[in-house]
């Protein structure tokens, strides 16, 4: 009775392993989809201008000069646009109206001949002392010297950009104004380029 049993079993085995193995002939590939329309390439876009709106411009300014003798003198303006990290990735152009005409304007620092007085250099450079920064403009001559009363003073403050990952943010801010044509020592070129007022 148990070889019986054995026999049924392994019958059933055999009975459904057949039937699971069974597969029938494959049927015809379905006919292909119909193509998709293109679509359209869109134009590529201008490459845009570097960003400026942080870049400012001092108005002009006419400087109250205190002279350390007759042939130096120096002049502050205050702004809390200085800051130390501005001194830190920050760039600072000045420029001079000597006549106050706008015929004139020299990027500082700037020298020239000046009759009686000789050489005569202007320059300037940036200050942060306790809590205040600005601006401080000087200028020296080999002789006595008096600047011209209507002369202005300006200043246009660059700040890095905040994607900026350079050592020397000061040095790619101007690299990158060179690769663009503006010459820094050209008031009028750094103007347009900033789109400033002059």
């Known amino acids: 009775m148990k070889t019986i049993s054995k026999l049924i079993y392994v019958f059933l085995l055999v009975v459904t392993a ?7 002939p ?3 590939a379905g006919p292909a989809g119909a193509d998709g329309k ?23 300014i006419t400087p109250t000069w205190s002279a350390t003798n007759s042939t130096a003198g120096n002049f502050s303006y205050d702004t809390t646009a200085i800051t130390p990290e501005f001194m830190d990735t920050g760039v600072v152009l000045s420029y001079m109206d000597y006549t106050g005409l706008g015929q ?3 990027a ?11 050489n005569v250099s202007y320059f300037f450079s940036m200050y942060y002392v306790g809590n205040t920064g600005g601006i401080s403009w000087a200028f020296n001559a080999e002789n006595n010297h008096t600047p011209n009363s209507n002369m202005k003073l300006r200043f246009v403050l660059i700040p890095a950009s905040n994607t900026s990952k350079s050592a020397n943010p000061q040095q790619e801010i101007l690299y990158n104004l060179d690769r663009a ?5 050209n008031y009028y070129q750094v103007m347009d380029y ?4 002059y």
């Open 18 to 24: 057949a039937f699971i193995s069974c597969e029938g």
């Open 26 to 28: 494959m049927g015809p």
């Open 38 to 60: 293109d679509g359209v390439d869109g134009q590529d876009g201008v490459d845009g201008q570097d960003g400026n709106a942080n870049v400012t411009a001092s108005p002009w």
């Open 104 to 106: 004139f304007v020299y």
């Open 108 to 118: 500082l620092p700037f020298s020239f001949q000046a009759g009686t007085s000789g």
């Open 181 to 185: 044509g503006v010459d820094v020592n």
């Open 194 to 197: 900033f789109g400033l007022e």
